[in-house]
């Protein structure tokens, strides 16, 4: 009778090299931060979700993934992708979580927080419409190789837990995007909660809490540098 074979049964462990953990740098430390899970909220401020063709009213946030292996660095490099001809920029508040949980009250949710860092979600927009028009899956347009570049992890015991400053992207020296975290619809503890109904939450969980207005499309050779107020900094430029 057939039974599937262990590692330990193949003799030598691991029948291919086991891929290396994607991680984050931590600012002020030599740690590295080892990422598990990279969650991002749609639609998360209002006159994003305007400029989107959607409702601002405080409905149920949604929620999608991107692949852990899709970080990149600061003063990385983003390969304009393959079956595209519409790449756009969302830079983003990403909340790394330190600790785990299920049913999250929202009153303890920080207490999950590693840190914050600055986020881009890159975007096949093309094919992201064609799958909402289709009723499909956002997977092709979401979690691409290289669609997650991060910052360096801030600690919140250093900077706390940031509720309002300047979120900001220059693409090319000029301003394309800028808005306050407080204009989040909903915010970073109420993120948490709620995520943590449909998912159990784990220490090295990344969260990238949605975008705001200014969202457009980048290029070969153009150069994106996001902000956010005591958060940090990210650099990359588009191969």
Not at 149 to 177: K, M, T, Y
């Amino acid at each position: 009778m057939a039974r599937d074979r262990t590692s330990s049964e193949a003799g030598t462990g691991f029948v291919v090299p086991p891929a290396p953990r994607p991680w984050l740098p931590i600012l002020g430390s030599t740690g590295r931060f080892p990422v598990r899970r990279v969650y991002c909220v749609g639609r998360n401020y209002a006159d994003h979700a305007i400029e989107m063709g959607g409702d601002p009213k405080r409905e149920p946030p949604f929620f999608f993934q991107k692949n852990p292996e899709s970080l990149v660095h600061d003063g990385g490099r983003f390969p304009y992708p393959r079956r595209s001809q519409d790449v756009h920029h969302e830079i983003e508040l990403v909340v790394a979580l330190g600790a785990g949980g299920s049913g999250v009250a929202v009153a303890r949710a920080l207490d999950l927080v590693f840190g914050y860092a600055v986020g881009l979600d890159m975007t096949r927009r093309d094919l992201q419409s064609e799958a909402k028009k289709l009723g499909r899956p956002w997977e092709v347009a979401k979690a691409f190789e290289h669609a997650a570049p991060c910052s360096a992890l801030n600690p919140a015991s250093a900077i706390g837990h940031p509720a309002r400053g300047v979120i900001r992207l220059d693409v090319n020296g000029e301003e394309r995007q800028e808005g306050d975290l407080s204009q989040m619809i909903w915010s970073v503890p109420e993120i948490i909660a709620e995520l943590s109904t449909l998912f159990d939450l784990a220490p090295g969980d990344l969260i990238y809490t949605g975008t705001p207005a200014g969202v457009g499309p980048v290029r070969r050779g153009y150069a994106l540098v996001g902000s956010i107020e005591r958060v940090g900094r990210l650099a990359i430029a588009v191969v």
